[in-house]
């Protein structure tokens, strides 16, 4: 597909869902659309975080990995456990390489796996028993943990335990804070969900335990880091920027952060808010309830940086304006080296992208500082606000798809033909082995960070060395080798 044009592009659009029956076809020709930069609303060309079709492929996961393992799950220094039957406690562990200082075990339990096991007899008479056994022995084995999160799975929901209760009465035998997350995974269309429900988890159970608190000496230039999990140490690349522009991070979380930190947000003079799908909500309640005003921020790529830098610095007096000016002058040698390194080799490249969160929009512009244009992306749990920011940083009739299946992305790409793809895990091996170079964009592929400036010299490095690797000319998908052999056998007769 050589150029992105509107009639291409819906043309692909309706020649990828001839076959679907009627009923899907109509269903999925929603959730399809070719951008439409003149719109201000996205929901007149694309619809996002309805149900997903029964058959089709979705990459989508429940409310309890929104909860469990985006939320709570890297708040290192609190137990969080999976209630419920060990098939989703096997999951529980940290997965995502939410990095954090600590000793494992001892202080810090993010990678530590913790469930209930429900068993058949605590489906058919209950497992508040259970949970509150639970809960005795976690304090016992780990006194030094900071607090607790009961995370319910789908049955705890289906049979109705009180774990609310629960968490009340042991709280106040242990003399620390128990949060139960009515998190069960069929809440909901996808983990969009668990991250709302966690939300207001931290509103109802967390937030307000130390607004009476007058001992934390505050400063005009508090900020907090909202929704950034570190994964390979995003967040402190992210830090590094904002205090050296002068500002202090009282707070960062999830990523390597703490109960604590969470309980002196609302001292904070302005939150950061880097992965608006799932920390939208709970920086708007403190909005609402402490006046403290948030802004997303976007620290993927030069151009950027810059651009956030200055809009935060927007928010306070000339000394952290000229902080921001310093930072950016001080790392653009270095933006232009890495610019000037890899961009000749990564020129004219394009890009589909397929990941959850933020990512699909946030990550264009480092792409496009290397020269990089993204031709198609998409969410697999957004709502329409999502695509509403999104629309603006994709080029014109460019392809959008919401919780895309499996099969409409393999004939998108197959159309389309990128030189790249960024998704996740699910996706990874389908297209390596069609031949086709592919970054795991949830979790930096086992590298990282690819925050802040430094993030960028690797992501540019990260993307030139997958790009750019001889063994993709050496590598043929097995059923193309198959329709050569049958070619050549066919000549041969």
């Known amino acids: 597909m050589a150029e992105m044009t ?3 592009t819906e043309a692909l659009i309706q020649e990828v869902l001839e076959v679907y029956p009627e009923k899907a076809k109509k269903d999925r020709n929603k959730h399809l659309a070719a ?15 309805k149900k ?62 913790f469930t209930s096991d429900f068993q058949e007899k605590d489906i058919v008479f209950g497992g508040d028993k259970k949970l509150d056994k639970l809960l005795d022995e976690i304090e016992m084995l780990f006194p ?23 968490s009340k009465k042991k709280a106040k035998v242990i003399n620390k804070p128990i949060v139960p997350v009515r998190c069960e995974g069929f809440r909901g269309v996808s983990q969009s969900l668990g991250h709302h429900i966690a939300n207001d988890a931290i509103r109802d159970w ?84 402490y006046g403290i005003p948030w802004m ?31 930072v950016i002058a001080k790392y653009k040698p270095l933006m232009d080296g890495v610019i000037a390194k890899y961009r000749p080799r990564l020129e004219g490249k394009r890009v589909m992208l397929y990941v959850g969160g933020l990512r699909p929009r946030h990550t264009i512009g480092a792409y496009e500082d290397l020269g990089m244009e993204v031709v198609g992306a998409g969410y697999e749990f957004a709502h329409n606000d999502d695509y509403d920011r999104t629309i603006k940083e994709m080029g014109d009739a460019t392809l959008l798809y919401d919780d895309v299946t499996g099969y409409e992305f393999e004939e998108f790409v197959k159309a389309i033909k990128p030189d790249l793809i960024g998704s996740g895990i699910k996706e990874k ?63 041969q007769a």
């Not at 967390?206 to 999990?229: C, E, K, M, N, W």
């Not at 651009?307 to 310093?326: H, M, P």
Request: contains cysteine; charged residues 25%; proline residues 4%.
């Open 6 to 8: 509107r009639e291409a």
């Open 35 to 49: 951008n439409d930069t003149s719109l201000e609303k996205s929901n007149k060309c694309i619809t996002s975080n």
């Open 52 to 113: 997903s079709l029964p058959g089709v492929m979705t990459i989508r996961g429940c409310a309890y990995a929104g909860s469990k393992g985006v939320v709570w799950g890297p708040i290192k220094d609190m137990i969080h456990i999976s209630h419920g039957p060990v098939g989703c406690g096997q999951y529980s562990r940290a997965g995502r390489r939410n990095y954090y200082v600590g000793t494992t075990g001892v202080n810090t339990f993010g990678t530590m796996n």
């Open 144 to 166: 030094l943990n900071k607090g607790i999160s009961v995370q319910s799975e789908c049955p705890i929901g289906l049979i109705g335990d009180d774990i609310e209760a629960v």
């Open 206 to 289: 967390t937030l307000g335990a130390r607004d009476d608190d007058h001992s934390f000496q505050s400063t005009p230039y508090d900020v907090a880091i909202i929704g950034d999990y570190n994964i390979g140490g995003d967040a402190w690349a992210s830090r590094t920027l904002l205090e050296e522009m002068g500002l202090r991070v009282v707070a960062q979380w999830s990523g390597d952060g703490t109960i604590s930190e969470m309980e002196l947000t609302p001292k904070v003079k302005l939150n950061l808010l880097h992965c608006y799908r799932s920390m939208n909500y709970i920086s708007r309640h403190m909005e609402e309830k």
């Open 296 to 326: 997303e921020y976007n620290f993927f790529g030069p151009s950027k940086i810059e651009e956030s830098l200055r809009r935060i610095a927007s928010f306070f007096d000339d000394k952290i304006k000229q902080g921001a000016e310093r």
């Open 429 to 491: 091996y389908i297209f390596q082995k069609m031949g086709i170079p592919f970054r795991q964009m949830h979790s930096w592929d086992y590298s990282g960070p690819y925050h802040g400036y430094d993030g960028f010299a690797i992501f540019a490095r990260d993307m030139d060395m997958t790009l750019n690797n001889p063994c993709w000319a050496k590598l043929k998908a097995p059923w193309k080798v198959k329709e050569e052999s049958e070619q050549r056998l066919s000549a």
